[in-house]
């Protein structure tokens, strides 16, 4: 046999499934179909206009930066995050990377073994990610009763499983694909719970600044010791595409490590790309100036988000109320008979036959990490444009896609 058709020469490892929902989304409008993209979470808004502004005069920086990233960045960086919620951490603790994407691989590749803790349901990148890097994953089982939230108890009863000295525990709220956050009271328990089997946690924090009611509260407050918070462009200054991600360390963290991640750096990305790094110097300038630009997505993703809801939640669709991001998880499950009489008996089945029945993409909840069984999907109600902040949002001027694409998935569920 041909090398090349040697497929267990290669890693197991497949084009990420919100990738793919945008390429089969993509082809079945380029066949002229009408397709609503909820299937892919990428931030409806611009960037500010100073920080497009930005961006374009820095075009002729063409130098790499150190591998850390821009020192002015870094500064700015600090003082941003100490006034938006209290986070301390020195600019010398800080990383950039061309996304956090780059900086949750490198932070795995620093390790030779170790265990990793991943929620379910958790961001559909994680468990890849640990295993590409060759750890062992463990998952966090969580409900829809209790929320789809990590507690103490689960934490405790996962390390049972641990193979190795090392353990991580990969973090995220508000959450993808479930849009919901943790209380003060649950960060300090879950703190409690890590600290006692002395667990680095990855706070994954990228939506914090979507918060709903800029209330985000960051786990390296509660857990100093011990949590790096990844956070970046993609989602609060809707530049996903520009790559800027964002490593917060922590004070005390030990010199061989911080050595091994800038090293990593230096031998993959070498650095962010300058010219985008100039523009976050104006993105992460002051905190206060940036304030009524977060303000209105916040408005916007969650009177958006609570239609979404109540529209689904009168349908017999089961799923919680937003809290932060632009995210929702609804559960078919209640419609679990109907479903299987229609030949629908997993996620993937169920969001296949919704794209092809009427057009609306959605993710399964197979792809953050359930057995295909839960009858579940992602939706990210991001298919819209922001009108301008000059004028008012209104739903149904400025989101039709998503007032149909909701009516269309209510409709198909009563339908079936
Ligand atoms: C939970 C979560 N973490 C990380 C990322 C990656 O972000 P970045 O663009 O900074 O690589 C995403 C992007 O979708 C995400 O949803």
Redesign the pocket.
């Known amino acids: 046999m041909s090398l090349k058709k040697n497929a267990t020469m290669y890693r197991e490892v497949v084009e990420s499934q ?1 990738l793919l929902i945008n390429t089969q989304s993509k082809l079945m409008e380029s066949q002229n179909r009408d397709v609503i993209k909820f299937g892919f ?2 931030s409806p808004f611009l960037p500010p206009k100073s920080v497009i502004e930005a961006l374009r005069a820095s075009a002729h920086e063409k130098a790499y930066t150190s591998v850390q990233g821009d020192a002015v960045l870094r500064e700015r960086i600090s003082r941003f995050h100490k006034e938006h919620n209290g986070l301390s951490v020195q600019p010398e603790n800080i990383l950039i990377a ?7 691989y490198s932070i795995l590749l620093a390790f030779k073994k170790a265990d990793v803790l991943i929620p379910q349901p ?2 559909v ?1 994680y468990a890849p990610q640990a295993k590409l890097t060759g750890h062992h994953i463990i998952k966090l089982p969580t409900t829809f009763e209790s929320r789809w939230r990590v507690t103490a108890e689960i934490i405790h009863r996962a390390v049972s499983q641990k193979k190795h000295d090392t353990t991580i525990m990969i973090f ?1 709220y508000p ?2 694909p479930d849009g919901l956050t943790y209380s003060g009271e649950e960060l300090q328990s879950i703190a409690e719970a890590v600290g006692e089997h002395n667990i680095l946690v990855i706070s ?1 924090e ?2 914090g600044l979507l918060d709903h009611r800029d209330r985000h509260l960051s786990f390296a407050n509660y857990y100093p010791q011990k949590t790096i918070t ?6 609060w200054c809707g530049a ?1 595409g520009w ?3 964002v490593a917060l360390l922590y004070d005390d963290i030990p010199a061989p490590f911080k050595k091994v991640l800038i090293g990593i750096g230096s031998e993959t990305y070498s650095c962010a790309p300058t010219p985008v790094q100039m523009a976050a110097g104006e993105a992460y300038r002051n905190y206060e100036s940036i304030k009524p630009y977060l303000a209105r997505q916040r408005s916007i993703l969650s009177s958006l988000g609570q239609y979404c809801y109540r529209q689904l939640n009168r349908a017999n669709i089961r799923l919680h109320p937003p809290q932060g ?1 632009f995210y929702l998880f609804p559960d078919f499950s209640l419609h679990q008979e109907k479903l299987r009489s229609a030949g629908i008996t997993h996620s993937a089945e169920l969001c296949q036959r919704i794209l092809q029945d009427t057009g609306v993409a959605l993710l399964p909840a197979s792809a953050f990490g359930f057995d295909d069984h839960l009858l579940a999907a992602r939706l990210a109600y991001v298919d819209f444009e922001e009108p301008g902040e000059e004028v008012s949002f209104d739903i149904a001027t400025h989101a039709p896609k998503v007032v149909t694409g909701i009516r269309r998935i209510c409709e198909w569920v009563e339908d079936l």
């Open positions: 919100t979470g990428q061309s996304g956090s994407k780059t900086l949750l958790a961001w990148s995220n959450g993808n994954d990228i939506y990844t956070t970046g462009l993609s989602k996903g790559r800027l991600g991001g």
